[in-house]
């Protein structure tokens, strides 16, 4: 399996920016499609983004669409969450995580296979 570790994470002030990356190790990673996923206090988890191993689909949460943006870069195993307009509710742990369905930019947690640790996104208001 693919080992995934994120970075990028910290405090920043409600309508700022952020950029998460997700290093992917291990098995190829163009064989896998990639999201993110976020878990807030006391929330359940939510999918927040994904996108298919090539790039041509791209998935997001309705509380983060025109807001958030995933990419990918198959040449680095690097896969990236830009987040712009930062509110307070985007406070949350992100995890990068790996699904098997490589063409499908899946929406469906149970599809993840594989999980980074995750990286903290602390939004003042």
């Known amino acids: 399996q693919v080992q995934l570790v994120e970075s990028g994470g910290g405090l920043v002030q409600a309508g700022d920016s952020l950029r998460l990356s997700c290093a992917a190790s291990?098995?190829?990673?163009?064989?896998?499609?990639m999201g993110w996923v976020r878990h807030a206090p006391k929330k359940a988890r939510e999918f927040v983004a994904a996108?298919?191993?090539?790039?041509?689909?791209?998935n997001y949460a309705d509380s983060v669409k025109g807001r958030f943006t995933i990419s990918r870069d198959n040449a680095k195993n690097q896969v990236y969450l830009q987040m712009t307009s930062l509110k307070s509710e985007d406070t949350a742990v992100y995890y990068c995580?790996?699904?098997?369905?490589?063409?499908?930019?899946?929406?469906?947690?149970?599809?993840?296979?594989?999980w980074g640790q995750g990286t903290q996104v602390t939004v003042s208001a």
């Open positions: 291990g098995r190829t990673f163009s064989s896998y499609a």
């Open positions: 995580a790996a699904s098997g369905l490589k063409w499908t930019a899946s929406t469906q947690m149970v599809d993840f296979i594989s």
């Open positions: 996108i298919n191993w090539s790039g041509s689909s791209i």
